[in-house]
């Protein structure tokens, strides 16, 4: 078993290791996780970096210790989630819960959105309520599902009002029967389903300035031999501005990284007239320091000129006098 000295300094090389950089300045960074299979992480991560707009890092996890962790860091402005498992999403429900409700950005992408893997995720930070998936599609028929627009925010304002983007199925809530279930709540449906009319894009936003998009919609796999495999569907340029707006609204609009980075600018500013404030002490020191050499010395060089005065009476002096 572990020590504690051990497992704090495991935090602090993984720290290191996952966000270099971190400790010596604040700098934004979007943090994705996926799991075991980054290769889809880092196809978003690209995205990210290839988009103007978007000035800052981007980093990606699959260990679920370090994406906890970046839930505590100033730096992390928004965090993203592509699980395809709920294991890939175990203990993973109070961290994310926190930095939402405290003023951060999330966006979950597939299993997240599904209450049965993501437990409170899929209420308290994506309003999907998702207890049921659809994966049904006729013999033959391409595996898309078609986004039609509930209505114009500043996420899809600049997309068709319908386009199809490839998936394997997606999650929603539903009744028994199997049919879509609304679920009242201060959320936001950006597209929902064309077949069903069940939300495949939903916002909401926490008290405190915390943002989450919901992507139930996104349900793509890794083999590149089949229709719904994700690199079909990050080369959709439909999929690439929804995806980069969608970021852009949650990191940009949430205070999490804000209220940090404005704190900061306030301790740095009264860290700066400290340092100021040592260095005019420290030369006001030195001042008086050569002050009390400069007399010192003085007081030195006087008594040796009485001394010297002393031997030429005493010794140089008084036989001439005696004589």
């Known amino acids: 078993m572990r020590t504690d000295l051990e497992i704090g300094m495991a935090g602090v090389i993984l720290l290191l290791v996952a966000f270099p950089g971190c400790c010596l300045e604040v700098k934004p960074t979007i943090v994705i996780y996926t799991g075991a299979d980054t290769v889809f ?29 970046a839930t505590s860091l100033p730096s992390t402005e928004c965090i993203i989630i592509y699980a395809s498992n709920k294991n890939e999403l175990e203990g993973l429900s109070s961290a994310l819960t926190r930095f939402y409700q405290g003023g951060g950005a999330v966006i979950g992408l597939r299993e997240a959105c599904y209450q049965p893997s993501a437990g409170d995720l899929a209420t308290l930070v994506f309003p999907t309520y998702a207890n ?37 199925g997606f999650y929603f809530c539903a009744y028994a029967d199997g049919t879509y279930a609304e679920v009242p709540g201060n959320y936001t449906v950006l597209f929902t389903d064309g077949e069903t009319g069940a939300p495949i894009v939903l916002t909401q936003e926490s008290p405190k300035g915390g943002r989450s998009v919901a992507f139930p919609g996104v349900w793509v796999i890794s083999s590149p031999r089949v229709d719904v495999y994700y690199g079909r569907l990050v080369e959709d340029a439909n999929f690439t501005r929804l995806f980069s ?14 209220q940090v980075t404005q704190d900061l600018d306030t301790k740095l500013e009264i860290a700066r007239s400290k340092q100021q404030k040592l260095i005019e002490q420290a030369e006001e020191a030195r001042r008086r320091e050569n002050t009390r050499r400069i007399i010192f010395l003085l007081v030195v060089w006087a008594a040796g000129l009485i001394a010297c005065a002393v031997i030429v009476k005493k010794i140089v002096l008084a036989p001439f006098e005696t004589s």
């Open 41 to 69: 992480a880092k196809m978003l991560a690209n995205l990210t970096r290839q988009d103007s707009r978007i000035e800052s890092d981007t980093r990606v996890v699959n260990s679920p210790d370090l994406l906890a962790l």
């Open 245 to 258: 707006n969608a970021l852009l609204w949650a990191a940009k609009g949430s205070t999490h990284y804000s």
């Open 132 to 168: 049921a998936s659809r994966q049904q599609y006729a013999s033959g028929q391409k595996r898309v599902r078609n986004y039609t627009k509930a209505q114009s925010t500043q996420i899809n304002s600049d997309l068709p009002d319908e386009f199809p983007l490839v998936s394997a």
